[in-house]
């Protein structure tokens, strides 16, 4: 396959799509994005399902044909062997926690309110009421956190904080004022200059 780079489908407004890019970008592979709308259905046609039939993005081709689906599965791919995952196993481990803890608390929180409240212009009351009080709790667990380090997981970027701020830097969209957890926003912009991305926060 002469010539061939990483695909990566992913859609631009998912925080899980901009995990992959960011840890690719960090590695400096080579890739090419194929946006894939979740809201005009391109992950339901019977090209994306005939490559992932679980209808999701982020899903990347590697250059030798084959496909994997998760964003953090995809990340730990791309970030083998660098600074990214920590050699120590006892840090390792602290930093595959935080991943669980994104996608099981933080994404199905953030996220999901991020998106009917911003994308499909919900009003708070039509929101499951629930979701401002676990992400409140969520960003105060991880401010508490923060308190004393300035990130996850030692003392340097691992992929526990590009996973835990993809969404969280759009915390906004979701309702949540980061102004509200400084640690956390303090954090956020750390992580941002590390991976070099444009800042997402409100002025």
Sequence with gaps: MAGAVLTIYGDAISGNCHKVRFVAERMKVPFRWVETSVVNKETRTPAFLALNPVGQVPFVTLPDGRGLAQSNAIMLYLA???????????ARAQMMQWLFWEQYSHETVIAVRRFHKHYLKKTDSEIEPSLLPRGEKILGLMNDHLAQRNYF???RLTL???????????????????QKWPKVRAWVQRVEKDLGAESALPA
């Design 80 to 90: 083998e062997g660098s600074e990214l995952i920590p050699k120590d196993p006892f």
């Design 153 to 155: 997981v030692g003392e």
């Design 160 to 178: 526990a904080d590009i996973a835990l701020v993809a969404y969280t830097r759009f915390g906004h969209e979701a309702g949540f004022d980061l």
